[in-house]
């Protein structure tokens, strides 16, 4: 069964601290993407990647920056942790040849920052 | 640019059916329709391409128009096993790339 796996369910950080995300895949796909997930605000694009060490920003990159150095792994970095970047952060992975297939996504990792 | 989902929620009894809709004010390359359980990730359902093309997924099908940049999904004698959030994603043209906007949901509950 193809995967997206990320490394932590649950998380809790300090204010201040960094914090590292990790996603791995394994489906050989070209691209990879880092959401997070707030209630009444849908899905937003942080950072994604279509090629290893390969980075574009998404919609709302301030406050992280991102990390591929293999294509089948993308780290999402949390320079200082803030209390509004507590939320639910999903990675995704697509394949380049696109067509008929949709986003892989990992179970989420629900960061609080304290 | 975000398209807009209807309605925002729906509670129905088993077996019965429901119609969900994305629009968007954006040409679309292709619409993406996702199902997200309490707790889970996002599961991908199916993909539309091309301007009125319709695609089926058990008894989940969608439908795409392309000229009027909506896509609806049709859930047909719903099950237990449906409910859940339901997002719609609209691949826009972004310069010489493309790009997935994504709906804010739509949650479905479906009862005994």
């Known amino acids: 069964d193809v995967k997206v796996t990320q490394s932590s369910r649950y998380l809790v950080k300090r204010t201040g601290e960094k914090v590292f995300l990790e996603c791995v895949q394994d489906?050989?796909?070209?691209?990879m993407f880092w959401y997070r997930q707030d209630p009444g605000l849908g899905l937003r694009l942080i950072y994604f990647s279509y090629d290893v060490k390969m980075k574009e920003k998404g919609d709302i990159p301030e406050g992280y920056s991102v990390s591929r150095e293999k294509k089948e792994r993308f780290s999402l970095i949390l320079e200082s942790a803030s209390t509004n970047q507590t939320s639910m952060y999903l990675c995704?992975?697509?394949?380049?040849?696109?067509?008929?297939?949709?986003?892989?996504f990992g179970s989420g990792t629900r960061l609080t920052v304290v | 640019q975000q398209p807009v989902q209807s309605p925002q929620a729906v509670i129905l009894r088993e077996g019965e059916d429901a119609v969900i809709n994305c629009s968007s004010s954006k040409a679309l390359y292709s619409v993406h329709w996702y199902r997200q359980k309490h707790g889970e990730a996002p599961v991908f359902l199916m993909i539309?391409?091309?301007g009125g093309e319709q695609k089926g997924h058990e008894k989940i099908s969608a439908s795409f128009n392309e000229k009027k940049q909506q896509s609806s999904l049709y859930l047909t004698a719903s099950q237990l096993s449906y409910s859940g959030t339901y997002f719609c994603?609209?691949?826009?043209?972004?310069?010489?790339?493309?790009?997935?906007?994504w709906g804010l949901g739509t949650s479905l509950a479906v009862n005994p």
């Open positions: 539309l391409l091309k």
């Open positions: 994603g609209t691949e826009i043209y972004a310069g010489n790339n493309r790009k997935l906007i």
């Open positions: 489906m050989d796909h070209e691209n």
């Open positions: 995704a992975s697509s394949s380049l040849a696109g067509g008929h297939y949709g986003y892989t």
